[in-house]
């Protein structure tokens, strides 16, 4: 693999609890980055975990290796021409996934997700992993 990825959260949260596999897709990917979204996401599931403590301390350092990529103005606009798309299509999908979309296409990187429903975004690569 080649190019540049963006993960979801459902890459991610294996790839932090050692899922081999995924380590390894990771590992042969020229540029990989994380959505401002999924952080948020990442540290939702970690306050309402049990092991709260451990899974901060565990996304504080992924975060301390990770390139993020937040939103900005342009990242605004992709988002509602994403959005006004799926809805006339009758296609919704997440809000947070949206967002995930629209840096995507911002960045010119490829998605890796579990979610097939990124495929309906006109443009947009994607691997279901």
């Not at 042969?28 to 975990?49: D, N, R, T």
């Not at 006339?88 to 579990?114: F, H, M």
């Not at 979610?115 to 975004?121: E, L, N, Q, V, Y």
């Amino acid at each position: 693999m080649d190019g540049k990825y963006l993960l979801d959260k459902n890459i991610v949260i294996p790839f932090l609890a050692g899922d081999s596999r995924i380590q390894h897709k990771i590992r042969q990917v020229a540029e990989v980055f994380i959505p401002v979204i999924v952080i948020g996401e990442l540290l939702y599931g970690a306050h309402k975990s049990a092991r709260r403590a451990e899974n901060l301390a565990r996304i504080e350092e992924f975060m301390a290796h990770t390139v993020i990529v937040a939103c900005d103005i342009d990242t605004a606009r992709q988002y509602g021409e994403i959005k006004a798309q799926l809805r006339k299509a009758g296609q919704p999908i997440p809000e947070n996934d949206l967002w995930i979309a629209a840096i995507a296409l911002q960045y010119e990187c490829t998605v890796a997700s579990r979610d097939g429903h990124f495929a309906s975004i006109p443009g947009l690569a994607l691997e279901v992993w």
